[in-house]
């Protein structure tokens, strides 16, 4: 395995995105019921994350929302980031990990089912945007801090109490 200590690492926060280019690693932290979406051409070695918190922006109350926070509004950005610095629309890949059902609620209230949510609200525009999800670590009720290698196109998935996996 590489020493990730010589490469960079660009973070990515809650309800945000960036684009990274190889050997750059990407990484985002604090998916609970967020779900973090990878993007990538595997030949051109670029990739991009977003961190989305919620669903949809039919949600939002503002008139001004900040586009990263929700599935529908952020895919198509980073979508269009990455094209911008060389990633071929058609060679788009993903990878998804989070949307874990972070607590347990005694109502059935679809409110509280933020996790499940946002996994249907995101595999629905990759969908619409034809773009593959090629594996992904979904559900579940752990957190999960996620890093994307572009040189590989390996995910590292870190779960609270468990092994890393690579998908």
Known sequence: ?????????VKVGIADLNIVTTPTIIRTSGLGSCVGIVLYDSRKKVAGLSHILLPSSSLAKQTIINEYKYADTAIPILINKLIEIGARRHALQAKLAGGAQMFQFTSNSDIMRIGPRN???????LCECNIPVVSSDLGGNAGRTIEF???????KIRKVNTEEIFI
Request: charged share 20%; no cysteine; net charge negative.
């Open 1 to 9: 395995m590489n020493d990730t200590h010589t490469q960079t690492v």
């Open 119 to 125: 996994i249907e609200a995101v595999k629905e525009k």
């Open 149 to 155: 290698n572009p040189s590989t196109s390996l995910l």
